[in-house]
């Protein structure tokens, strides 16, 4: 599976928005961008997935370069609640769908 | 809503000993998974299931048995536990192999083995 690079961590503060890096240069065609996170003493929780279009949904957006060699992660407006490890993981069909799991972006919410 | 649950929360077994670390899905999801997590770290792979009676060997498998006997359920065994299987333990469940799929994850099993 290709790598992905994120940085160790990330602060924000409550109500201003958070853009999570991740670098991905090894990306092949078929390979989905997904983005799970991990609050504290919790299972990992899918959070947004795209394969070449910028997506939207309630809890995120999800920005993707045109070259797709890397994506942002967009928390619109960070709440305390936000604060968690976040994965990317690129998804290949050949990987018959297991998740490949690197140390994540520690992000912290300050109030 | 009951997704996928895992069953004990916390454990500590003594080196030697041996464990069944239970997971159950509501959902129909063809596929299962077992992860491990150590402290610090992403998930790894232990096992994976594509549906009854079809298991195969992730990233980690060493130490570790699995069956899947029905599509809700898919037990994961620690034969003679050693310290090193300290860790916590994720199942998680997805409708098929798809990548654009979507997995869903248990609370976890947190297990210390002395």
């Known amino acids: 599976d290709a790598k992905t690079t994120q940085p160790n961590s990330m602060e924000s503060n409550e109500e201003e928005p958070v853009h999570l890096p991740c670098n991905h240069s090894t990306i092949s065609g078929t390979d989905y961008i997904h983005w799970y996170r991990q609050l504290p003493s919790q299972g990992p929780e899918y959070v947004i997935h795209?394969?070449?279009s910028n997506v939207n949904n309630r809890m995120a957006s999800l920005a993707i370069a045109e070259d797709r060699k890397s994506s942002t992660l967009i928390l619109h407006r960070a709440t305390l609640r936000d604060a968690a490890v976040y994965y990317c993981?690129?998804?290949?069909?050949?990987?018959?769908?297991?998740?490949?799991f690197g140390e994540g972006t520690q992000l912290t919410v300050n109030p | 809503n009951a997704g996928v649950t895992q069953t004990p929360k916390f454990r500590i077994l003594k080196i030697g000993q041996s464990m069944t670390l239970q997971c159950t899905q509501d959902m129909n999801h063809n596929y299962m998974y077992w992860y491990r997590q150590d402290p610090g770290m992403g998930l790894k792979l232990i096992y994976y299931s594509v549906g009854a009676g079809i298991t195969d060997k992730g990233e980690v498998p060493n130490g570790y048995n699995v069956s899947r006997s029905t599509t809700e359920d898919f037990p994961l065994r620690l034969e003679l536990a050693a310290p090193s299987q300290t860790s916590v333990y994720f199942c998680?469940?997805?409708?098929?192999?798809?990548?654009?799929?979507?997995?869903?994850f248990g609370a976890g099993t947190r297990l210390s083995v002395l």
């Open positions: 795209g394969l070449t």
């Open positions: 998680a469940s997805s409708y098929n192999r798809l990548a654009k799929n979507i997995q869903y």
């Open positions: 993981i690129l998804r290949r069909e050949t990987s018959g769908s297991r998740l490949t």
